[in-house]
């Protein structure tokens, strides 16, 4: 007799919007925990884990095809103990099981659907399964039915293959990683200009030189490899990086991955042109080109940069951010079952709305009768407004305040359609890459209410988010007053990044002290064996079949990228000798792997050149610190140290014995030797390139 669940299953006491969503299905899903792992030994059944995220289309695909199906779920609840898990949420246990199944078929994805023994160790796994047989893919019913039937009949089997895939898991840690340097080798020999040719080169290699980005369709934003080449032409003068570079942030300002009434960037595009994005948002994905575009309008000044970034901050702020401060991590895709139809229009609704300004608002838009994907219109720009313009006889100015108004009234119509889900959980990291982009955009544009919008998530995350009585610790995921599971890796790197940028912004040292706290702990609770390296996850946690080291950097930082670029950081403003030697450890051993896939390894390949070029260090002394340390941020300096304070400060040698009665200097030093101090920036601005 099958077992048909109709009420409420285990999911119901979640705060995830995810695991809230399949709260109500007949399946008997449980959440990641001991209730559902001991229930399985006891019962000697196989585990179903089924991962996803509130704004994964192909997720609500199948829910409604297979996990809202009775039968379906009939046979999920008498062969298997069902877990749902939120990969936001449990970014470890994703990453452990996505790489599992990638290692068993070649592919991966979300919704991530494996199946393991009742030791928690993966035997089988696929992403999407139909709920008949298409795709060249078993419908979802056989693969129960298949693995439900081997697991009884051929177990030992699939004891060994799950025994024999749960060491490559553990052995794939040190997947690019070298020997360590020998003792004595000078950074000059270990870093080399030859080795930031060869990244540029094999970058441009993979660039798409009309429509920009990298790769091939899907495409993503890429914005790890576009700020490096920005900076390898700030550092060696080369047209070509800059021009790729910025080729890939137009089209896509001017493609549908950008919402061009709205404001902020979705997830990619499907195609090579940046036109039909996969509609979702994440906070990550702005935070990340909000970043970029900072770094672009500061080498040059391009208003279309800082539109862009007050565009995308202001979706941030109005649809994005807690009544407290803290910003939600994603919108959705779909909206009343129907990916991308709250951002879409037909030619005859923008006619209705415009009334006379619609024809030429249709042009430029690529608005039209038959529409441009799926009968309907996504907002692009073929043209861009100048050229346009010079078309139509207009005057550039004229055209963009009729464009404005135009995009206004769309807006208000836009409004009032049903909106995408909102997964208004807060995640302690991708807040931190948020905060970071604030810190970024106060820097490049001057708007203080950017500073204020950082200041008052950081605020947010110290009160709601620290463990209470574990010092420094936190945890990863807030939501409805409750915090849960303890951060990781790449939770803290962000934190501490964004920490040091919030002092850069503010001239608040506390910002500082924090962050070299934080640094301690993670030294202490997150190194490897060799003392090189960190773990994903903090040590003692005891629910992962494998404590895994991530170096790539994907859609977000690698958090041991990231700690290698803050102990770099740190060991600068704290004269912390050990701090310092790590990171270059770090990046000489994953170096090679760094040049032959710079793609993949984007914030390295970024940290590679600025070991190569050096990092100048500015300390401002005096009364007036905060305003010169803001007049630095009129110029494009990426490989900087900057610390202010109004009097010397004990412990910080940048900012030892620099006082002098009456006067705000500025010095400008390189492993702390220092050149004679000067009253601005512009002083010395020739010699910080």
Request: proline share 5%; hydrophobic share 40%.
């Amino acid at each position: 007799m099958l077992e048909i669940s109709c009420e409420v299953n285990k999911l119901a006491g979640e705060t995830s919007p995810y695991l809230l969503q399949h709260a109500n299905n007949p399946v008997e899903w449980y959440p990641w925990g001991e209730e559902a792992l001991q229930r399985a030994m006891q019962e000697n059944k196989p585990i179903l884990v089924s991962i996803g995220y509130a704004a994964c289309h192909w997720c609500h695909v199948m829910e409604r095809e297979s996990f809202e199906d009775a039968a379906t779920a009939g046979i999920m609840n008498q062969h298997f103990i069902n877990i749902k898990i939120d990969r936001e949420e449990r970014p470890d246990l994703d990453h452990i099981y996505m790489d599992a199944v990638q290692a068993m078929t070649g592919a991966g994805g979300w919704p991530l659907n494996v199946f393991l023994t009742p030791d928690r160790k993966p035997f089988y796994g696929g992403t999407y399964f139909p709920p008949v047989k298409a795709f060249n893919r078993p419908s979802w019913k056989e693969v129960l039915l298949a693995l439900s039937q081997a697991f009884k009949e051929r177990r030992s089997d699939i004891e060994q293959q799950a025994n024999t895939l749960t060491d490559h898991l553990a052995q794939s840690n040190q997947f690019g990683t070298q020997a360590p340097p020998l003792p004595g080798i000078p950074k000059e020999e270990l870093f080399t200009r030859e080795q930031c040719d060869t990244i540029f080169s094999n970058i441009l290699s993979q660039a798409d030189k009309t429509w920009g980005g990298f790769g091939r369709a899907p495409k993503f934003p890429g914005t790890f490899t576009i700020q490096y080449l920005l900076r390898y032409h700030y550092s060696f003068n080369t047209p070509a990086a800059l021009e790729q570079a910025l080729l890939s942030l137009d089209k896509m300002l001017q493609g549908g991955i950008y919402d061009q009434l709205g404001g902020g960037f979705a997830r990619y595009s499907t195609d090579e042109k940046w036109l039909v994005p996969h509609f979702e948002k994440m906070l990550y994905d702005n935070a990340l080109l909000v970043d970029t575009l900072c770094e672009a309008y500061q080498l040059t000044r391009n208003e279309t940069y800082a539109a862009a970034i007050t565009h995308t901050l202001d979706f941030i702020a109005r649809e994005m951010t807690d009544s407290q401060g803290g910003f939600y991590a994603a919108l959705d895709a779909d909206s009343e079952g129907v990916e991308g139809k709250f951002y879409v229009w037909s030619k005859a609704e923008v006619a209705a709305v415009l009334g006379e300004k619609a024809p030429l608002f249709c042009e430029f838009y690529d608005i039209t009768e038959e529409g441009n994907w799926e009968e309907q219109n996504i907002l692009w720009v073929r043209q861009p407004l100048a050229g346009f313009a010079a078309a139509k006889g207009m005057d550039p100015a004229a055209l963009e305040a009729l464009l404005a108004t135009c995009r206004q009234q769309l807006m208000a119509v836009r409004n009032l359609r049903v909106r995408p889900g909102l997964d208004d959980k807060i995640l302690l990291g991708w807040n931190a890459l948020m905060i970071h982009a604030c810190c970024q955009a106060y820097a490049a544009l001057g708007n203080v209410h950017y500073l204020e919008m950082a200041t008052r998530a950081m605020n947010f995350c110290w009160l709601n988010m620290q463990q209470p009585g574990k010092g420094p610790a936190f945890y990863h995921t807030y939501k409805a007053g409750s915090a849960r599971y303890p951060a990781f890796l790449d939770d803290y790197a962000c934190l501490i990044r964004a920490l040091i940028a919030l002092q850069e912004v503010s001239g608040n040292l506390e910002w500082l002290m924090r962050a070299r706290e934080l640094a301690a702990f993670v030294i202490t609770h997150f190194s490897d064996e060799t003392g090189t390296y960190f773990y994903y996850t903090i040590e003692g946690q005891q629910d992962v079949i494998v404590r895994k080291k991530e170096v790539y950097d994907g859609a977000v930082p690698s958090g041991n990228a990231l700690m290698a670029a803050n102990l770099r950081y740190l060991s600068l403003v704290f004269d912390e000798r050990t701090w310092g030697t790590r990171p270059v450890n770090m990046m000489a051993r994953l170096a090679q792997t760094v040049v032959r896939y710079p793609t993949s390894f984007g914030i390295w390949a970024a940290e590679l050149l600025q070991w190569v070029k050096g990092t100048k260090e500015l300390a401002v002394v005096g009364k007036d610190f905060r305003a010169r340390m803001q007049e630095a941020h009129a110029y494009y300096i990426p490989f900087k140290v900057l610390l202010g304070a109004e009097s010397n400060q004990p412990g910080m040698p940048l900012l030892e014995q620099r006082e002098q009665p009456g006067k705000t200097l500025v010095y400008m030093c390189e492993n702390y030797h220092c050149i004679k101090p000067v009253f601005y920036i512009k002083e010395i601005i020739n010699l910080i390139k």
